[in-house]
Structure formats: structure tokens, C-alpha cells
């Protein structure tokens, strides 16, 4: 009996001392990552960085290079940066700032296959590919996962165009997933001149909207979830703000109005519409896609051509829902953080930051995008005065082809501490943006 309660204490002493142990490894990384943050911002705040411009009082650092094409990005308590890996053999590279010098030295892929959306919650590390939802339980110390991921989602249908799966989580134990459309405007033969279009259209019966799933329940097929929201073409953006209640998207309108159209429409009508959407999700709501889009000029959503429109036709338009602020057409916006922390000066505490990727349908003209902006929160939802905040990732201003981009903004994460970090698909590059203190 003493020899066994003897053995007792000992398991017990090594138990305390390994928990001992953990606690001031990370603490040893939070002193780290702040000692990093006041060296920053007194002797190396940088403004530019890779031409990449931040505001005044900002501190841009590149903390990662050549990792390849990287879609989403997480950031756990400790400072380990989690990014998807958008080709190649392994679906995650974790990264970990070991010396508190800014830079990721230690990396580790796992998973199997291409990713693009990615999130930490609760504990574990959610991985999008194109027709799962994976989980991983992840130790706060953990760079890379000791078990297996497990498979919580599947039986999304298998598509080509807008596979990618996105993603983002609520407060009451929901995770609400991107299905995006495999079309452009649901016509009877895709992204073809004067082709007309579906009507209904099958493609929003599985996709084309957001589908909300309980956490709760493992192993789920589609059928299992709900169709939350309908009619939005492809919401890459996707974010959940616990100030306001909501889901968010910003989606990818549609293309090649001038292309498919030219009677009805010019180059230059072609180039502007339709507007990239910020939009509000309730259950049950519908925004029109495929049959309308919204018209920024004329602050409302207009019948297709596809579906009879002639770019001034209404139809039955006015019973979709509105969005709550417009982009320029054709930014492509792939990513959105609420920012629900406190590094930032006051004003943009719970305002949104989308990333744009920029997209090749304003050809023949310049590319526009290629930036993060910036939008401010109110009340009732978002300020529709939004504002550039990174920008220069394009590397000029004069691009014919996203191919000739510098880099091109996927993803973004907010930090424990505070700061944003963007992630790049052209290079695989990885910044982090924050404010300078005085």
C-alpha cells in the first residue's frame, strides 16, 4: 500500500510539473510575442513592406515566404499561424514563431489534399476542402495535430467552378458553409453567348447559398444541414460578427454581361457591373441568383439577361433581398474577419476587413482589387463608406491579367494580440499588420 501510494505521488508530481512545464513554454511565447511588438514599434515599425502600404501608426512585418498557394488562415492563443493550402499533397502548413523574432521558423504540413477554408474553434482546427469538413483537436501547444482529422461534413456535390468550401461559426454551435455555384448564370449552356438561362434554377436546390450544420452532430452529410441562405452566386467572404448577431457575406457577382451580351451591354457597362455584395443572412433569405443583379448606379436589383433583362428590367427583382453595402465589380472578395479585439485604435473595434483577390472580367481593362479594405461598424450593421486599408499587393496599376499580379490577397485572421494577418495565393506569403503605440 505505501509502495502504491508512493508510485501515486509520483504520477502526480510528474502530471504538475508537465502542466508546470506547458504553462511557462507559453508564456515563454506570449513574452516573446510582446517583446516582438515593442521592438517593432520602436526601432523597425515599417509603414511598406513587399510595396504593401498600411495606414498611419501602422506596422507592416512579412512573417512568412513561399509556402504556396495559401487560401485561409487561423491564428491560435499561442501566436501559431495555421494557413490552407489551396494545391499540392498536404492541406495545412502550421507555423510557429519559436525566438520571438517575427519570423515563422518552425513549419509542419499535415492533411491530405488541397484546402482553402480554415478556422480555429473551441479547441480544434477546422479544415475546408472542396467536399469536406474536417476536424482536428488541437492542444494550445500543439503545432501539429496528434490524432487523426475527423470528418464532420461531407456529400457536397463535386463540382469544377466555386468548390472551394468556407466557412465560419455562430454562438450557438453552429458552423454555417459556403456552397458556392458551379456556374455563372445558371444558363442552359455555361458562360455561352446568348445562351438563356434555367428557370427554375437546379443549381440552388444544393448550392448557390449557405448551409448551417450542428456542431454537435458528427459524420453529416449535406442532406443533414440546413439550406440557410439562398441566391448568392459564391460567398468565399464569410464571416460571423458577434456584435451584430449575424452571418455575413461578401459574394462574388456574377461575370461577362459585355461578354455574353454586347447588344445590351458596352465594355464599360461590362467592366462596372454588377456590384460585389456585403450582405446581411437571416434564415430562409434569398438574393436572386442567377436571375437578378444588383446595379449600384441605379441602387437596385435588376432582371438578368439571361432571365429576359435588358440591364434596365426590374421583373420580379424588388422581392430579393438588398444588400447592405456594395464593391466595385469584379474585386473578387475571398476573405472577411470581424475585428473583435483590441490592438486596433477604438474605431475599428467589431468593423469587418474583406480581402479582394481581384478577378480577370474587367478585361480588356486594368485589374482593380488586390487589396484589404476596411468596414467600419454602426448600430445596425456596417458603414457603407468603407476604406482602403492594405494596399499594393498588385505591384502596379496596370494589370491585364490577375497572372500578373504580385501577390493576391486570400485570407485573413485577427491574432491574439491583436494584429491582422493576411495570407497571400500567388507566392505564399504571410503578413502581419499592427498598430504602432505610442
Known sequence: MIKKHHNESQVMSHAIISRVTTVLVLAAF???SLCWQIVRADERCLRKVDNIQVPE?????????ELGRLGHIA????????AALRSGTHAVVAMRDADGDGAMEQT???GYGSATGIAIHDGSLYVGTNQKILRWKLGISQLRPSSEAQTIISGFP??????AKTF???EKGYIYVNVGA???ACQEKDRASGSPGQKPCPLREKQAGIWRFKLSTRTQQQADGERYATGIRNAMAIAYSPFLKNVFVVQHGRDQLHQNWPELYTMEQGVQLPAEEMLRLNKNADFGWPYCYYDPRAEKRVLAPEYGGDGKKTGDCHQYGKPMMTFPAHWAPNAMVIYDQKNFPTRFWGGAFVAFHGSWNRAPQAQQGYLVAFVPMVIDGFDPQWEIFADGFAGSNKLRSPGQAQFRPTGLAVGPGGQLYISDSKKGYIWRIAHAKN
Open 75 to 82: 491564428v491560435n492563443e499561442n501566436g501559431d499561424v495555421f
Open 57 to 65: 501608426n501602422f506596422c507592416i512585418q512579412r512573417i512568412a515566404a
Open 158 to 163: 463535386d463540382q469544377i467552378q466555386h468548390a
Open 108 to 110: 509542419e504540413r499535415f
Open 30 to 32: 506570449s513574452i516573446l
Open 182 to 184: 458551379p456556374s455563372n
Open 168 to 170: 465560419t461559426f455562430d
